[in-house]
């Protein structure tokens, strides 16, 4: 009997701690609850952390979590307004700011992050297809693109690029603020939404790089022709400064030779105009000059009798 009665008592206790075990939780600091009874909720969510009680085997906790979560979306292709195909990475964070309907419509966080995957790539795709590239790329409105980054047309005109209105930081605000209504439905707050990664699509890449080295190619032949011209300016200043010189130069060298004529020739007229011999003289070097001029080794010369060189030359004899 004893036996039987402390069997009894053993089995009171287990029935006992079940009892209170399946009564009693615990509601951690980064945790809120939510208590169901057969699967429907009783009463608000609870949100201070401590000791709880409920109906055992009856009521049901359902732990939601209180700390900021992570969506991570995934790359994803999608063109812009220019009509130029992009990979776009994206993540965000959010919060369960109302428990209640976020237990009723989604349940657990897989089907949150099904809801945010909709909800915010969708708004991501809207906001890249309504901007152009260059908004994308940029963080913010204030960083133009310099001067030596604008291209040129297949003419050689060159390409300023369009003015930066939004840039990236704008178009993540604006995803925010597209999603952020649509999730409260749901009892998530969105936090915030950043672009991780933007890329080509690999099937244009290629493309891409072509059109970069063509474009820098024209660049440099736009160079190349300016170059080309001014070296025929510098040419052509240089040729016509030669030929002022030279013009100067032969100037001065014919008014040189022109007064040494001068004075020549004053000195033949004042030796002529003197003696006898000395006339004779000077007419005498003149001649030896004259010839010395004309003949070389190899000339033969044949003089008649009145030449004024054979008659020196009979002279001399």
């Given at each position: 009997?004893?036996?039987?009665?402390?069997?009894?008592?053993?089995?009171?206790?287990?029935?006992?701690?079940?009892?209170?075990?399946?009564?009693?939780?615990?509601?951690?600091?980064?945790?809120?609850?939510?208590?169901?009874?057969?699967?429907?909720?009783?009463?608000?969510?609870?949100?201070?952390?401590?000791?709880?009680?409920?109906?055992?085997?009856?009521?049901?906790?359902?732990?939601?979590?209180?700390?900021?979560?992570?969506?991570?979306?995934?790359?994803?292709?999608?063109?812009?307004?220019?009509?130029?195909?992009?990979?776009?990475?994206?993540?965000?964070?959010?919060?369960?700011?109302?428990?209640?309907?976020?237990?009723?419509?989604?349940?657990?966080?897989?089907?949150?992050?099904?809801?945010?995957?909709?909800?915010?790539?969708?708004?991501?795709?809207?906001?890249?297809?309504?901007?152009?590239?260059?908004?994308?790329?940029?963080?913010?409105?204030?960083?133009?693109?310099?001067?030596?980054?604008?291209?040129?047309?297949?003419?050689?005109?060159?390409?300023?690029?369009?003015?930066?209105?939004?840039?990236?930081?704008?178009?993540?605000?604006?995803?925010?603020?597209?999603?952020?209504?649509?999730?409260?439905?749901?009892?998530?707050?969105?936090?915030?939404?950043?672009?991780?990664?933007?890329?080509?699509?690999?099937?244009?890449?290629?493309?891409?790089?072509q059109?970069m080295?063509?474009?820098?190619?024209?660049?440099?032949?736009?160079?190349?022709?300016?170059?080309?011209?001014?070296?025929?300016?510098?040419?052509?200043?240089?040729?016509?400064?030669?030929?002022?010189?030279?013009?100067?130069?032969?100037?001065?060298?014919q008014?040189?030779?022109?007064?040494?004529?001068?004075?020549?020739?004053?000195?033949?007229?004042?030796?002529y105009?003197?003696s006898k011999?000395?006339?004779?003289?000077?007419?005498?070097l003149?001649?030896?000059?004259?010839?010395?001029?004309?003949?070389?080794?190899?000339?033969?010369?044949?003089l008649?009798?009145?030449?004024?060189?054979?008659?020196?030359?009979?002279?001399?004899?």
């Open positions: 009997m004893s036996f039987l009665k402390s069997g009894i008592g053993i089995a009171v206790v287990i029935l006992a701690g079940m009892v209170i075990s399946g009564g009693c939780y615990v509601i951690d600091e980064t945790e809120q609850v939510i208590i169901t009874q057969f699967g429907d909720p009783r009463g608000p969510a609870i949100t201070t952390p401590g000791l709880r009680f409920k109906i055992p085997f009856v009521q049901e906790v359902n732990r939601i979590e209180k700390r900021a979560l992570e969506w991570d979306g995934r790359p994803s292709e999608m063109p812009t307004k220019d009509k130029t195909y992009l990979v776009v990475d994206a993540f965000a964070r959010w919060r369960i700011s109302d428990p209640e309907a976020y237990f009723l419509r989604l349940r657990d966080e897989r089907s949150a992050q099904s809801r945010l995957d909709d909800i915010i790539g969708s708004e991501i795709r809207n906001a890249v297809a309504s901007h152009e590239l260059i908004e994308i790329v940029r963080n913010d409105r204030n960083r133009q693109p310099p001067q030596e980054e604008a291209s040129v047309d297949g003419i050689g005109r060159q390409v300023v690029w369009p003015p930066i209105r939004f840039g990236r930081v704008t178009l993540e605000k604006q995803v925010l603020e597209g999603a952020a209504p649509k999730l409260k439905d749901f009892g998530i707050q969105l936090l915030n939404v950043q672009f991780t990664r933007i890329n080509y699509n690999e099937a244009v890449v290629q493309t891409i790089y059109r080295i063509s474009e820098r190619q024209q660049i440099a032949e736009r160079f190349r022709s300016e170059g080309m011209g001014a070296a025929a300016r510098i040419l052509g200043d240089r040729e016509k400064e030669l030929r002022s010189i030279e013009s100067e130069a032969y100037r001065k060298v008014t040189l030779r022109g007064e040494a004529d001068a004075k020549a020739s004053a000195i033949y007229a004042q030796a105009g003197g011999e000395v006339a004779e003289f000077y007419r005498f003149k001649i030896l000059e004259t010839w010395q001029k004309t003949l070389d080794p190899n000339t033969t010369v044949v008649t009798t009145d030449s004024e060189v054979f008659r020196l030359l009979k002279k001399v004899e």
